[in-house]
């Protein structure tokens, strides 16, 4: 279940509570609206990369790629904010209770609330990345590219500064007593009383900083291959040695103990003069996982680090001297999927290190068991029926699942023990030993209980009894064909050198002049055609295989993968490197749906319920409700105490909507977006009473498109 949590914190969140009374209501419904609203289905809590993190008022924010900003008051849900930006997030900062954020191409927002950020005026325009920013009392200081120094006083309207220094600044700080600390390329460091005039200071060092903060009673700055200073003045530096030797990122002190953290390092030491811990050895008791780790943030009791790919992991002390305890967000499989298919009511995705993922509806993710003789495998393709599932991967694995039911036996609630028969389909895999081929395999399809894979050096097997035997087939191409589908009348694959074979088949090969030498990397039958993409943003469609045309995609990224919702607007997208979304409603013209993530996905398909689901590097696995949910939204209970009261909601994951308010069934008033972010289908939401609430009000919820 998720909680959300409002008061008056860095939000000017109000709150209300009287009778309740249970109404349903629903704004209209209209076309897919582009950028798509995406979420994260893997891993947890999301996969954006945090560039920087700081916390206040019970409450952790995470700057992120992508212009993606996280909420927490629990560190389990973390809140997605509309940013209104897609340039990446990389400095935060509270002046007071208001929120300050910086980042790519001299974006600059603020925010009084959470639910109303807002984009600054910075004065003159820049294309200069501001990679940190300071706050005091009445004076905030961004820095970035170019020796960028822009200055405000409340941070509605920035001023760039002339400084004199060219050397990009990576970082800044400030101490109580109001001196700013520059930091960034070649080891500069500049100080400032009035962010207007900065003096350069001796670091002792030629590496870049990349980061400095004020931590305890002085400054740290952070940097390449293990570099740290520290100075109580920002006048003098001195060395210390962490005994890091890669790169330092940030860095935080909890009142006992200092923390800095980075590429594959992160040490902790107490007291100072200092003796460093190395919390990644794999001898300590509960070390956090080896990661690159760009934020370090202090959230009483905790040790907060965060960074690539959106890991975050939390670390406590016990004992004299202290030892650390360090506790990612989840076991999240990070490795990186290469394919999905679909069955009726199961979407499977495939990826390296044998990862088979199963799910049912595209939201919640299991990792399945696999032979212990391909554990060490990369999956490259998964598909199949109802009778049967295959995957293949490099060196000839081949796995097949089929359909068989089988007991599982659980305990229930009450401590019963029940015994469920299911379909094994996608959970029970078995190798095909030997394998017939020691090239690597990466298309399937199936037809007529026939079903076929390619590969590398024209790779094809035939197999007609549900994936157990498989027959070599000649074919007239060497190259590598990652991609085979199978429609109405035949087979297509398609591969390397703009390759395209068809069979009626899957016996007997011609070979087709697809009009092109990009590499076909996929190749799907979706809407009575076939659809193949990859090269150089190649999109090429077919009636029969034979005869291609080409259409244009608008980008010269490798596009990976193509699918069809069966929603009202038969939508069709495109995904590929770089986090590539293409859209379209016809096949023909295509346009870009907007991203998550600028990591490269490789895998596309839906759930059947008009969910969009994407996958790719390291994991990532997303989700874009495309056909609206329109069941009601149920008030399940309410409760109210003297400060606050709660709403439990229960729905479907994905439905967003507002909990409105009435004295009297009119001039009803819309609160703050809600959504269904994890699987649960249920949500805690908590606001806070105002002082003198209404004797009588009443509540209904109103489904956003």
Sequence with gaps: MAQIRKGKQTADWGGVAAVLLLLFAMRPLHAVDFPLNWRWANPGPHGNTVYDMVSKFGLVIQACEQGQLYSSSDLNLWEPLVTGTTNSLRGLAF???????????????????????????????????????????????????????????????????????????????????????????????????????????????????????????????????????????????????????????????NGAQYLMVGDAEVRTAAGFPLAWTDELNSQRPSPPPVWTYYAAERFDPYHL??????????????????????????????????????????????????????????????????PNSVTNSIFLGAGG????????????????????????????????????????????WYAVNPRPTTNDLQGVAVRNGRYVVTGAGGTL????????????RIVPVTSFLSGVAAGPDGFVAVGDNGVVITSADGASWTLRNSGTTDWLFRVRHLGGQFNTVGENGTILQSADGIIWSARSSGTTRWLNDVTRLNDTNQTWFVVGNQGTVLGSTNAIDWSPAGTLTSKSLYAAGHNGAGLLVAAGVEGAILRAQISPLTNSIEIVEYTRSTNQSSFLFAGQTGQRFTLDRSPAFTNWVSGDPLEFLDGSGTLLYIEQNPPSPPVVEFYRTTLEP
Excluded: C
């Design 95 to 253: 002046q007071g209770g208001r929120l300050i954020v910086t980042g790519a191409n001299g974006t600059v927002l603020y925010a009084d609330s959470l639910s109303d950020i807002k984009t600054a005026m910075v004065n003159p325009p820049t294309s200069d990345w501001l990679e940190g920013v300071a706050a005091a009392a009445g004076v905030l200081v961004a820095v970035g590219d170019n020796g960028a120094v822009y200055t405000s006083s409340l941070g509605v309207s920035w001023t760039r500064q002339s400084t004199g220094n060219t050397r990009w600044l990576s970082g800044v700080a400030v101490s109580p007593a109001g001196l700013f600390v520059a930091v960034g390329e070649g080891g500069h460091i500049a100080t400032s009383t009035n962010a207007t005039s900065w003096t350069t200071r001796t670091s002792g060092t030629t590496a870049w900083l990349n980061r400095v903060k004020w931590l305890n009673d002085r400054f740290w700055a952070m940097g390449d291959a293990g570099v740290l200073r520290a100075s109580v003045d920002g006048i003098t530096w001195v060395a210390v040695s962490s005994g890091a030797t890669k790169g330092l990122f940030s860095g935080s002190n």
């Design 461 to 472: 097997l035939t197999s007609d009894n549900r994936g157990t035997n498989w027959t070599q």
């Design 305 to 370: 680090i965060a960074g690539r790919s959106g890991m975050f992991v939390r670390g406590f002390a016990f004992g004299s001297p202290p030892i650390h305890y360090w506790e990612a967000y989840d076991d999240s499989i990070r490795n990186w999927l290469w394919d999905m298919t679909r069955l009726p009511e199961l979407l499977v995705a495939v990826g390296d290190f044998a990862t088979i993922l199963t799910s049912g509806g595209g939201v919640d993710w299991e990792l399945e068991l696999v």
């Design 385 to 428: 029926d109802t009778n049967a599932l295959i995957t293949v991967g490099n060196q000839g694995t081949i796995l097949y699942s089929p359909s068989q039911l089988t007991n599982i036996v659980t305990t229930n609630s009450f401590g019963q023990v029940e015994t469920n028969t299911v379909d094994a389909i996608g959970t029970l």
